[in-house]
């Protein structure tokens, strides 16, 4: 199923729950209300403004609005800006307001075509104020310049609805037949339309959609044709692809309350803004609620990856390594959700005017959740980068340049997400970028460790499988937690880099700049260049534990792992590691330095230092 055609169909459901407007209609934010006497003069200016100034106006469900532009845009219908309905707006300099008289007479003719032959007290009330309307009674009571560029609605005084509301024009039974009159009869030709199928009038300009990150405040397109090399046939516009008006309203109605603040589908990674929703026809509306819910828990960012904070002590079934222990089938039971319920996921990013769809995946609930625990599996590192599973915004935290998040490569966000969600390779630039992290003297930690993993235990499980790319050729998976018996060159050589590391901290102590710092680029890139040198300086570290009783058998401990990775690794150190190499070199290295003690019965006379042991490897200063 097409973009346009699922956003269609999720209009149908968001409408039988009155969370979108009518057809002819849209979600506005109001700012102020002119409250008119019945002679048409104006009394009160009724704030509806959130928070007040500059607070956002209020959401109402008024007549359309539609993108402007040239030189005559054309005014709304019993609403607009204070540029056509009172004909002043803001003026650049900051002193008396610019005058709009076109537009003002813009609006006034709009409204005496529409309503001509009206009997309804409330439209012949405006009807009035705009004939007598001057600019020069700005000045006068109730006005302020508070309104001026902010949208204006209008009230009949004492005009009150069924239940004793205060009732706009727009709201009146006869503006509302008006309206939808009009609404349905455009003057556009009528042709098939893509998503529907059937023959309608077609909409020449499609709806503006609003809410995405980084895209205009005033909503930017998803469908448009703005030059003439996009056009064919002498078509233009919106012909060159045909949409019905009735379809085009009802995807933007859909994807604008996917994207309104609170709709609980909506999450952002880095430039992409990611909506999902379910679909209800099969399952039902309670079904589709929860699996919405579900992919909410899942997906929604939890901040930067922190091994001690990240998920704190709250529960959290969603969210846990636990679940994906269980079989296949029983994780959507245990869930509490349908595994055949359809969910789509649409990424969406800025540019321009336009919007470019990022990804867009269609699966069952139950794929979903397949995917997400391959994903989570493939970050599996021991001791846990994380208390548990992270989302795929957090990931990205790993490729921040000193923890700030603005310096996040914007791209990798929606290729992140392609590959969680269909399951393919993650990709090949995440790993470079990774890499040029830790070159750059980044710490080799839990969670850029973790996401080295997964990038390689994926591609050599797809591999094996004969479906990714033949020219990596990794023929081996990558070991969750310290495998001495792992014959991977790079590995051994991450493992003994963090063998010599910790050699140099427990014979000298805190340092400004360790062998991390200064050498692990060059010995994750260039091992021959490197390790030779490291190697002969060690043995000058070995050398003063030897001196200290205290440390002797921490330095016997040290020659007996060097001795043991060493025999592993070939005569002839590899010149050059590729990326696939020097993530394994990180992952190897990550194994040796955070590798957990042995238990007291199977281990060693001298025990294994850890990471955080501050006598046998105190960490460098920073």
């Not at 899942?298 to 959290?316: E, F």
Request: proline fraction near 9%; charge should be positive; include cysteine.
């Amino acid at each position: 199923m097409s973009v346009l055609a699922a956003l269609t169909a999720h209009y149908g459901r968001l409408e039988r729950r009155h969370a979108v407007a009518p057809f002819g209609y849209s979600s506005e934010a109001i700012a102020f209300g002119l409250v008119l006497a019945a002679d048409g003069e104006p009394l009160a200016c009724d704030d509806l403004r959130l928070g007040k100034a500059p607070g956002r106006g209020q959401a109402l469900t008024v007549p359309r609005s539609t993108k402007r532009s040239g030189i005559r845009p054309p005014p709304f219908f019993l609403w607009d800006n204070s540029r056509y309905v009172l004909g002043l707006g803001r003026s650049a300099e900051g002193g008396e307001p610019a005058a709009y008289a076109a537009r003002a007479d813009a609006f006034r003719v709009w409204h005496e075509r529409l309503l001509a032959g009206t009997e309804d007290p409330g439209l012949l009330t405006l009807l009035r104020f705009l004939r007598r309307w001057t600019p020069e009674r700005f000045a006068e009571a109730p006005f302020s310049p508070a309104l001026l560029d902010r949208t204006l609605a209008f009230r009949l005084a004492g005009d009150s609805d069924a239940a004793g509301r205060p009732r706009f024009l727009h709201d009146r039974p006869a503006a509302r037949a008006l309206w939808e009159v009009h609404a349905a009869n455009g003057n556009r030709p009528d042709a098939v339309c893509l998503v529907t199928g059937r023959t309608a009038p077609v909409a020449r300009l499609h709806p503006a959609i609003k809410g995405v990150w980084g895209a205009r405040e005033t909503g930017a397109s998803l469908v448009s044709f703005h030059q003439a090399a996009f056009t064919s046939h002498g078509k233009r516009q919106g012909d060159n692809a045909p949409v019905s008006e009735a379809a085009a309203f009802q995807y933007g109605a859909a994807l604008n309350a996917l994207l309104a603040p609170g709709s609980g589908c909506r999450l952002r990674i880095g430039d992409t803004t990611t909506v999902f929703w379910a679909d209800a026809a099969v399952h039902g509306e309670a079904a589709a609620r929860r699996v919405e819910a579900l992919v909410a828990a899942v997906l929604l960012p939890t901040g930067p990856p922190d091994r001690q904070r990240d998920g704190g002590d709250r529960p959290d079934r969603v969210r846990s390594w636990a679940w994906l222990d269980s079989p296949p089938a029983d994780r959507a039971t245990t869930l509490g959700v349908e595994p055949d319920v359809r969910v789509y996921v649409l990424g969406l990013a800025p540019n321009g005017p336009r919007l470019s769809v990022r990804f867009w995946q269609v699966l069952t609930a139950g794929a979903l959740l397949e995917r997400l625990a391959a994903h989570w599996d493939d970050l599996r590192l021991e001791p846990p980068a994380w208390k548990r599973p992270p989302a795929p915004g957090a990931l990205l935290y790993a490729l921040a340049r000193q923890g700030r998040p603005e310096t996040i490569p914007p791209q990798l966000a929606g290729e992140l997400m392609r590959a969680i969600l269909t399951g393919c390779r993650y990709p090949r630039t995440l790993l470079v970028a990774m890499i040029q992290r830790l070159r750059v003297g980044e710490p080799a930690d839990g969670p850029r460790a973790a996401l080295c993993k997964a990038i390689l235990q994926r591609e050599a499980r797809l591999h094996r499988r004969g479906v990714a790319d033949p020219s990596a050729n990794p023929t081996q998976g990558v070991p969750v937690s310290l495998d001495r018996t792992e014959s991977d060159q790079a590995y051994r050589l991450g493992r003994l880099f963090a063998v010599l590391e910790n050699a140099q901290r427990a014979a000298l102590g805190r340092l400004n700049a360790s062998v991390r710092d200064r050498y692990y680029g060059a010995a994750s890139a260039t091992p021959a260049s490197v390790f030779p040198s490291l190697l002969r300086t060690t043995t000058h570290h070995l050398a003063a534990l030897h001196r200290d009783r205290r440390t002797r058998g921490l330095a016997v401990w040290f020659e007996r792992e060097i001795d043991e990775i060493m025999r592993g690794l070939d005569m002839n150190l590899p010149r050059q590691l590729q990326p696939l190499g020097q993530g394994r070199f990180t992952i190897g290295y990550h194994h040796q330095r955070f590798a957990r003690k042995p238990a007291p019965e199977a281990a060693d006379p001298v025990s294994q230092p850890g990471p955080d042991d501050a006598e046998a490897a105190p960490e460098p200063e920073e």
